[in-house]
């Protein structure tokens, strides 16, 4: 069972920067092995995959957020991270890390998912 542990949220005003770590644990293949990902919900709005990042480090990214965040991967440290530059209103959200094999290209019911952590950007 994989265990995924979110870090970095917090406050920060309009054109800040927060760095989001998450910690992956409990794998059963290899943690390269896995796609990961950044996915946000705000309240009263429908969830929205951020990034994704492909075991050969491929990368998407939403509309919303291109040119501003990036994500990568440190395969030695079983650890994803999400770089957010420019911060704006509308990236405030609960932020979710998630991770599925490799085989499974995203499939609901093969997902992993962290607890979240809080990014909150105040104008």
């Known amino acids: 069972q994989v265990q995924l542990v979110e870090s970095g949220g917090g406050s920060v005003q309009a054109g800040g920067s927060l760095r989001l770590s998450c910690a992956a644990s409990?794998?059963?293949?290899?943690?390269?092995?896995?796609?990961m990902g950044w996915f946000r919900q705000a309240p009263g709005k429908e969830g929205e995959r951020v990034t994704t990042i492909d075991t050969t480090g491929r990368t998407t990214y939403a509309d919303s957020v291109k040119g501003r965040f990036t994500i990568s991967k440190d395969n030695a440290k079983n650890t994803l991270y999400l770089q957010m530059n420019s911060l704006k209103v509308e990236d405030t959200a609960m932020y979710y890390c998630?991770?599925?094999?490799?085989?499974?290209?995203?499939?609901?019911?093969?997902?992993?998912w962290g607890q979240g952590t809080q990014v909150t950007v105040s104008s």
């Open positions: 998630a991770a599925t094999p490799w085989y499974s290209d995203w499939r609901p019911g093969s997902i992993y």
């Open positions: 409990g794998y059963t293949y290899s943690y390269s092995q896995y796609c």
